[in-house]
């Protein structure tokens, strides 16, 4: 048998015996007794930071960015070693045992 299949069973076994930190008094008495956040739509954030919103001209670049994105991709489906490359490197991948 191989020593790594004995290792693992070890490792997992002394894994399971580790004092996990304790995670009830991890959290101060406020935080407890404060309520949850309020939640807010993405908008009001971005107005309040005064971040713009997304406009036409967004719209545009993400249209391009596909585009370039579907072009590269076209690309990389294209032959990777054209017939001249593939007739000189064929014997020598034979002798290599390729």
Do not use: F, K, Q
């Amino acid at each position: 048998m191989r020593p790594v299949v004995l290792i693992l069973p070890l490792c997992v076994a002394l894994s399971a015996c580790a004092d996990w930190p304790d995670l009830d008094h991890a959290v101060s008495p406020e935080a407890r007794r404060s309520d949850y956040p309020v939640l807010v739509p993405l908008n009001e954030v971005l107005d309040r930071r005064g971040l713009a919103r997304s406009d036409a001209t967004d719209g545009e670049i993400l249209a391009a960015r596909a585009a370039n994105l579907r072009a590269r991709a076209a690309l990389l489906r294209g032959v990777a070693v054209d017939d001249d490359t593939r007739l000189r490197l064929t014997p020598r991948l034979r002798r290599l045992g390729g």
